[in-house]
């Protein structure tokens, strides 16, 4: 397993603690006024859940949204795939990144990566890396208390570590969303919280060609980009949108002299 790391709360949450600690005390002092300090705690948390509704938030905790400043020098650009691995798609998916010479993070959810430990094992032989999503991508993943947390990500981080022979770095929650319990659950387990710069929402949209404008609009070194070899829409022919999309993706960055890389060059910033 990756080393543990200090957690060190946000500001928000720093701030949070105080406020409970101060409604507390008031209604202590001045019982009347609990009105006052339930509708404050009860704003607090409404605050709370709407940032961790916002994926690319740092409010809850430190969070990767783009490459470090060293990387955008060198002309990289972070590519991450996400809720694989497809028996279908993730094949096609390392082909064509083999083909371009190009790097990239699959985020892979670890109920899938049991069933096919093959293409965790192609995946890292292709020189990428397998990083945490979930061990179940649970669409209650955002109410779950910090129990069923530490469940859901800390068996997902054995059952990678397991069968990629390294632990994944960083976690990805399911659809981005995420609570104020999460980030010291990350840090226990020695992970880092990683989103994008722009995804291109080829999980629901079936037309390659909006997806790709999403992903190439302000395109510049150092952004992180997600796609999707799991939960991938199909075209109104069937085919994958992200086997249409990443060919093209990866002759714009050959075009402008950027090179497709993973998360490592992440790992130690």
């Known amino acids: 397993m990756a080393e543990p790391r200090r957690w060190s709360p ?12 101060a409604a507390l ?4 002092v001045q019982p009347a006024a609990w009105p006052w300090a339930l509708g ?7 605050l709370l859940g709407a940032v961790g509704l916002w994926p690319r938030s740092a409010l809850l ?27 279908q798609v993730t094949p096609a998916v390392l082909a064509l990144l083999e083909r371009a010479g190009a790097r990239a993070s699959f985020f892979c959810i670890a109920g899938r990566a049991t069933d096919h430990p093959g293409l965790i094992r192609a995946i890292v032989e292709g020189g990428h890396t397998v ?12 109410a779950m208390g910090i129990g069923a947390l530490r469940r859901e990500v800390g068996e997902a981080q054995r059952i990678l570590t397991t069968l990629a022979g390294r632990p994944p770095r960083f976690f990805k929650p399911p659809a981005g969303l995420r609570n104020p319990l999460l980030d010291p659950v990350l840090a226990g387990l020695g992970l880092r919280l990683a989103t994008w710069t722009r ?7 079936r037309d390659p060609e909006g997806v790709e404008r999403w992903l190439l609009r302000t395109l510049a070194a150092g952004d992180l980009l ?4 799991g939960s991938a829409a199909r075209t109104a022919a069937g085919r994958p949108v992200v086997l249409e999309v990443l060919p093209r993706l990866l002759d714009v960055f050959a075009a402008r002299g950027l090179a497709a890389v993973s998360l490592e060059v992440a790992a130690d910033d």
């Open 10 to 21: 946000s500001p928000l949450i720093r701030a949070s603690a105080v406020l409970h600690a």
């Open 226 to 229: 997600m796609l999707h070899d």
């Open 25 to 28: 005390a008031g209604v202590a």
């Open 199 to 205: 995804r291109g929402y080829d999980a629901v949209r």
């Open 61 to 87: 905790g430190p969070n990767l949204r783009r490459l470090p400043a060293r990387s955008a020098q060198l002309g990289q650009i972070g590519l991450c795939f996400d809720d694989g691995p497809d028996p």
């Open 40 to 46: 404050a705690l009860a704003g607090n948390h409404a």
């Open 131 to 142: 990083e945490n999503h979930s061990w179940h991508h649970s669409h209650r993943f955002a």
